[in-house]
Structures are given as structure tokens and as C-alpha cells.
């Protein structure tokens, strides 16, 4: 499990690419779950349950509905796995990094001043979460890194504005 989790820190890090991982179903599937069950919890921090459940089971199945598509479209759909399963891991290595940071905001958000510091660190772990599927993607997709993060940052935009407009999200 350890050096799981370590391929995972070395994706994030650019330092391997989703072709490390095994093509295994059975890998993918275990971190499908970790990734609904990480994204629950870090969802509960300010939503209601079944609030969190929509919104993990919608921003999941669009995230994947998207990279299977877009690996289709490219012709790399045998890659689907292994890109997923990159993707997933690296998002749940974040989402437990930024779990304290929203913990933070949400404990001294009442207060007088907003929690600039907080704010500021939860936003670079946003940014970084675009620039790893970038990489990501410009790996599976053999596309240039560029070009990787471009796509992830039409795809940011878009996912949150239909979430958006799908989900009264507490602010």
C-alpha cells in the first residue's frame, strides 16, 4: 500500500506517469471507492449529507465520463484505467491535504476577518489538482503539457459551472 501511495506522490510530483500504474481493474475499482468515500468526508465538512453524496457521485461520474470520453475521441481508450486510476489517486492525495485547510476555514469563517491564509493555500491545492491532470492527461493523450492543463482548465470551469447550476451549494 505504501508504495501505492507513493506512485501516487511521485504522479503528483511529475516524476512518473499514469503508464506506472498497473492496467488492473481490481486497483481501479479500490480507488474508485476511496475516492467517494475521501470525497464524502471532505464534502461533510460544510454540506449535509445527502448533499455530499450528490455532489461526489456527480462530480465523480463526470470526471470519468470525461476522461473516457476524451480518451475515446483520441483514440487511447485502452488507457482508460490506468489514466483513471492516476487521476482518482492524485485527487484523493489533495482532497486529504486540503481537508485541514478546510477544517480552518470553516472553524474561523464566522470570525470578523476571513481566513485569507487558509483560503489562499486551499486555492494553490486547486491549482495544483489542474496541473496534475494536465500532466496526466498529456501523458495518456501524448499531447504536449500545455496542452494537458488547458484541457483540465476548460474542463475545471465547465464541471463547476454545471455544478452550479445543478446544486445549491452552501457558501
Given at each position: 500500500m505504501q508504495r501505492l501511495i507513493f506512485v501516487f506522490v511521485d504522479i503528483a510530483l511529475h516524476r512518473r506517469g499514469p503508464e506506472d500504474l498497473p492496467s488492473s481493474q481490481f486497483l481501479f475499482l479500490i480507488i474508485l471507492g476511496s475516492y467517494f468515500f475521501v470525497g464524502l468526508f471532505i464534502l461533510?465538512?460544510?454540506?449535509?449529507?445527502?448533499?455530499?453524496l450528490g455532489l461526489v457521485?456527480?462530480?465523480?461520474?463526470?470526471?470519468?465520463?470525461f476522461v473516457w470520453a476524451l480518451l475515446g475521441i483520441c483514440?487511447?481508450?485502452?488507457?482508460?484505467?490506468q489514466t483513471a486510476t492516476a487521476l482518482l489517486g492524485t485527487e484523493i492525495l489533495l482532497n486529504l491535504i486540503a481537508a485541514p485547510l478546510l477544517l480552518w476555514i470553516e472553524i474561523i469563517g464566522d470570525?470578523?476577518?476571513?481566513?485569507?491564509l487558509p483560503a489562499l493555500l486551499f486555492s494553490l491545492i486547486i491549482f495544483w489538482g489542474i496541473d496534475i491532470a494536465g500532466f496526466v492527461l498529456s501523458r495518456a493523450l501524448q499531447l504536449?503539457?500545455?496542452?494537458?492543463?488547458?484541457?483540465?482548465?476548460?474542463?475545471?470551469f465547465a464541471s463547476f459551472s454545471l455544478r452550479?447550476?445543478?446544486?445549491?451549494?452552501?457558501?
Open positions: 461533510q465538512i460544510k454540506e449535509s449529507f445527502s448533499q455530499a457521485l456527480f462530480d465523480g461520474t463526470l470526471y470519468l465520463f483514440g487511447y481508450l485502452s488507457r482508460f484505467i470570525a470578523a476577518s476571513p481566513p485569507i504536449t503539457y500545455f496542452v494537458g492543463v488547458l484541457i483540465m482548465i476548460g474542463y475545471f452550479g447550476l445543478l446544486f445549491s451549494v452552501a457558501s
